[in-house]
């Protein structure tokens, strides 16, 4: 079978289809600069964060298998509530570690993803899929390979290509959306208060976080709507500091928004936290990101289409799809021939 998309969930994927016994081929394109907007990779500018102590030990059951994938221990420092505001950062931090808050480090675990997919049996192959059509009892995709179109016929297909999906399969339901989020990215940890809560390895969000209600409003929005929710969390050696979210009426990402815009609308929400904040160098990145209105991912068969299925539009993608991918190799497995 074939997973689309290298991202968080089409490697999770692949991995929880491969721990099942498939064979298992993953289609992602080979980093390059200037790559085009949809392909793009939400999963390498994330924060990584993670709760909930079912997501934490998803998490260390994967590692216990593939070896590090970049699950690190943290806290969650949250700011802009009056009252939590004046207690101590260590205080503050203290209760996430009771919820089972934490963070994988997306450097680490891109890095870690290739070996840990070859070692699980998953083949990988450098491809945009440029299209996919049904052949015979299975599938047929269209592959653009470094060395020119190819095709590929397989019985079962994946879609897991994040803000990607929809352009490969346009009959996917319209919850799933597409925002743009932007970022600054530094390569060290600069002086400073708040970056040295990143140094402790804490992750810094609003108290009133508003993607999350920005998202909710989408399906009603008349025109783009953008949000500063102003945070930052450990990179690497460095740091994220973000973010600014954009969201347009209707199912298409459109083209990407105005970098020197969003930057500077991101540098205007981080002034309001703190004017250093605004000041850091840093570059700006922006990403689309594929969510679901209402909050529930497409896990599961499209329907229709016999052998093709849905694992995108995650919200909490970090918390929820190492769980997510089991599920979706369970049922995989359990389905009768030709579903
Ligand atoms: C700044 C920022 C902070 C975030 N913070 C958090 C956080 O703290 N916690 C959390 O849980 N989530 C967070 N998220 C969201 C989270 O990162 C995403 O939901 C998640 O990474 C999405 O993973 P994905 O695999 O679905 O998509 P992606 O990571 O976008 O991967 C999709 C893949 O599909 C490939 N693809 C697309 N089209 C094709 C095609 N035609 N052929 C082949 N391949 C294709 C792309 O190249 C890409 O590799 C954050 C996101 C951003 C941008």
Known sequence: MAVIGGGLAGSLAALALA????AVILLAPAPRDGEPPELANATALSYGALAGPASW???????AVCGPLG???ATLLRHGDP?????????QAWPSRL????RVDPTALLAALPPALAAAGVRRQSAVVRGLEPHGPGWRLALDTATGPA???TNQVVLAAGAGSRALWPGLPDRLRVSWAGVLTLPNVPPGPWPAHARRGRVVQPFRWQRPLLEARAASLEQEEWIVDAGLAPRDDGLVVGQVTLVRPGIEPGPPPDPAAMEERLRAGLRQLDPALAALVGSYRQVPVAFCVGGEPLVGPVPGAPGLWAFT???????RVPLAARQ????MAAAPPGC
């Open 57 to 63: 030990q998803a998490w260390l059951d994967l590692e």
């Open 151 to 153: 095709t590929l016929p």
């Open 83 to 91: 009252w939590l505001d004046r207690l101590p950062a260590a205080l």
């Open 328 to 331: 979706l190799a369970a049922a």
């Open 313 to 319: 539009g995650f919200s909490a993608a970090f918390s």
């Open 71 to 73: 699950l690190r221990p």
């Open 19 to 22: 721990h099942r016994g498939f």
């Open 99 to 102: 919820l089972g808050f934490g």
